[in-house]
């Protein structure tokens, strides 16, 4: 009950364009004083989204944190914030956590508790458009990864002064970014820009996949390869493939994400037959990626897979540990 009153209390917040900014809370949990929202420089809607620090307060960094399937953005702000105090650095660092809005009658199905409600002229997507980079289902219909692109490009807005930006993504949020980055727009203002790939249910293959038998249908069919790749992404599969074979990407995954066991949600795990031919769990997964993107993708990058100790399928674990945060936190080159 205290969750839902906070959210509805955000929404009269913003409703109201409330400029009070909690500052010390923002940069303790996702609070009404910190859910913010802007619209789409080409319209056809908005978009919300959780942030630490008021505009123009000065940071170098700043993360942008992807929510799972629930799309429970206060959770991962929450746990990237977490990330943020134990490296020390709250007040160089912001964190941003947008919320992919639903229709309210798909809400139930991707809903954590505490998940705001969509506002009238919200960006809206399905429970699984979102993370493929489809078009919303209103207004103008930008896809999710120019959304993204809005957003990382309004970060780059309030706080002029960023000299990197990570966009970090944890399970579905993960699979948004891994499968955006070979069409994502440059960062504006000269600010670096880097990924962080953390626990995906599926990968996004630049490079056919030989079928584990013959009845294997979509196995390189986007989302898992760039066969039928939507023309509303605006870029062909050989040029994504180059941007996203240059770009600069850490993969992380829990260490005990790797089977049917509590807190690995292995009931919600994609298991058609294009997933399963990428390995078993989601561990296995990301060591396959990870070895083909070493050897085939991009070699010359060698990036690196963080296995973090202890840690199933839990953002509040794998977000704030030890093991991730040099691909978070660390500093750009």
């Given at each position: 009950?205290?969750?839902?009153?906070?959210?509805?209390?955000?929404?009269?917040?913003?409703?109201?364009?409330?400029?009070?900014?909690?500052?010390?809370?923002?940069?303790?949990?996702?609070?009404?004083?910190?859910?913010?929202?802007?619209?789409?420089?080409?319209?056809?809607?908005?978009?919300?989204?959780?942030?630490?620090l008021?505009?123009?307060?000065?940071?170098?960094?700043?993360?942008?944190?992807?929510h799972?399937?629930?799309?429970?953005?206060?959770?991962?702000?929450?746990?990237?914030?977490?990330?943020?105090?134990?490296?020390?650095?709250?007040?160089?660092?912001?964190?941003?956590?947008?919320?992919?809005?639903?229709?309210?009658?798909?809400?139930?199905?991707?809903?954590a508790?505490?998940?705001?409600?969509?506002?009238?002229?919200?960006?809206?997507?399905?429970?699984?458009?979102?993370?493929?980079?489809?078009?919303?289902?209103?207004?103008?219909?930008?896809?999710?990864?120019?959304?993204?692109?809005?957003?990382?490009?309004?970060?780059?807005?309030?706080?002029?002064?960023l000299?990197?930006?990570?966009?970090?993504?944890?399970?579905?949020?993960?699979?948004?970014?891994?499968?955006?980055?070979?069409?994502?727009?440059?960062?504006?203002?000269?600010?670096?820009?880097?990924?962080?790939?953390?626990?995906?249910?599926?990968?996004?293959?630049?490079?056919?996949?030989?079928?584990?038998?013959?009845?294997?249908?979509?196995?390189?069919?986007?989302?898992?390869?760039?066969?039928?790749?939507?023309?509303?992404?605006?870029?062909?599969?050989?040029?994504?493939?180059?941007?996203?074979?240059?770009?600069?990407?850490?993969?992380?995954?829990?260490?005990?994400?790797?089977?049917?066991?509590?807190?690995a949600?292995?009931?919600?795990l994609?298991?058609?037959?294009a997933?399963?031919?990428?390995?078993?769990?989601?561990?296995?997964?990301?060591?396959?990626?990870?070895?083909?993107?070493?050897?085939?993708?991009?070699?010359?990058?060698?990036?690196?897979?963080?296995?973090?100790?202890?840690?199933?399928?839990?953002?509040?674990?794998?977000?704030?540990?030890?093991?991730?945060?040099?691909?978070?936190?660390?500093?750009?080159?």
């Amino acid at each position: 009950m205290k969750r839902r009153l906070a959210c509805c209390l955000a929404l009269c917040l913003v409703a109201a364009g409330a400029s009070a900014f909690g500052e010390d809370d923002c940069r303790q949990r996702a609070s009404p004083s910190c859910y913010r929202s802007f619209p789409m420089p080409t319209g056809g809607g908005a978009l919300h989204y959780y942030a630490s620090l008021p505009d123009g307060a000065g940071p170098t960094r700043a993360i942008v944190a992807l929510h799972g399937h629930p799309r429970d953005a206060d959770r991962t702000f929450d746990a990237t914030l977490l990330a943020v105090r134990r490296a020390g650095a709250p007040g160089d660092t912001v964190v941003v956590a947008p919320v992919f809005q639903v229709p309210a009658v798909l809400a139930d199905k991707c809903s954590a508790p505490g998940t705001p409600a969509a506002q009238d002229g919200d960006l809206l997507w399905t429970c699984g458009s979102w993370l493929e980079g489809a078009p919303a289902s209103n207004g103008a219909r930008p896809t999710s990864f120019a959304a993204l692109d809005a957003l990382v490009a309004e970060v780059a807005r309030r706080w002029p002064g960023l000299q990197g930006i990570t966009v970090a993504g944890f399970s579905a949020g993960a699979q948004m970014v891994q499968h955006s980055i070979g069409f994502a727009q440059p960062a504006p203002g000269g600010a670096s820009l880097r990924y962080v790939v953390s626990d995906p249910g599926t990968w996004l293959y630049y490079d056919p996949v030989a079928p584990p038998d013959a009845a294997c249908p979509g196995l390189n069919r986007w989302k898992y390869g760039t066969d039928g790749l939507p023309a509303t992404l605006g870029r062909g599969a050989a040029d994504a493939r180059a941007q996203y074979a240059a770009a600069d990407i850490t993969y992380m995954a829990g260490a005990l994400d790797s089977a049917d066991v509590p807190g690995a949600y292995y009931r919600i795990l994609d298991k058609s037959c294009a997933a399963m031919a990428q390995g078993p769990f989601r561990l296995q997964r990301a060591r396959a990626y990870a070895e083909y993107d070493r050897t085939v993708l991009a070699p010359a990058r060698q990036r690196r897979l963080v296995v973090v100790p202890g840690c199933a399928h839990d953002v509040s674990c794998v977000f704030p540990s030890d093991a991730a945060r040099a691909a978070l936190v660390g500093p750009f080159p």
